[in-house]
């Protein structure tokens, strides 16, 4: 699985350096020089990072053979992706990476089955858990402890503690 770590948001000056929205936690370790990303549309990469840096609380990645304006400005809107195989799970047992909780089923306290999580949306807040239900339309469960206390994710399952209502909402 493809897991999207950043999008080309526009080139930067006249050397073909390229303004990245950051797309993950560990900025450090997906943009380095002579890490390889690859793109979608796959047609655009992969592309060789030759140069990160940080700019007024943006990031600036040049990538190797990327050398003018006009080659960086076809790369606009691209998104920067990683293998979901070559990410390492969390040191902590309370923290997620959202291809671990996709497709997995979500059951509340007695056993019954929800759905599937579709996706995770991230919040200002706090992050949704988006359930895809049979013949409803999906259900957002906020991804807090006192609503979703247990995620087993060898098991494939998220129990949830919801308040009466929220699934019709």
Request: hydrophobic share 40%.
């Amino acid at each position: 699985m493809q897991l999207v770590v950043g999008r080309v948001v526009r080139p930067h000056g006249v050397r073909g350096d390229l303004i990245c929205e950051v797309r993950t936690d560990e900025p450090e370790e997906r943009f380095f020089a002579g890490s390889v990303l690859d793109t979608d549309p796959a047609t655009h990469g992969p592309l060789t990072v030759e140069h990160a840096r940080w700019y007024q609380g943006r990031l600036l990645l040049t990538f190797e053979g990327v050398a003018d304006r006009n080659v960086a400005e076809d790369l606009r809107g691209v998104l920067l992706c990683v293998d979901s195989g070559d990410v390492e799970s969390p040191d902590d047992p309370e923290d997620f990476r959202d291809h671990d909780l996709v497709g997995m089923s979500v059951v509340d306290e007695t056993g019954a089955v929800i759905g599937t999580v579709d996706r995770v949306d991230h919040a200002p807040a706090h992050d949704m858990l988006v359930v895809r239900r049979d013949g409803a339309t999906p259900a957002l469960i906020p991804f807090v402890h006192a609503m979703v206390p247990t995620v087993d994710v060898e098991a494939g399952r998220i129990e949830v503690s919801l308040p009466d209502g929220l699934l019709d909402l």
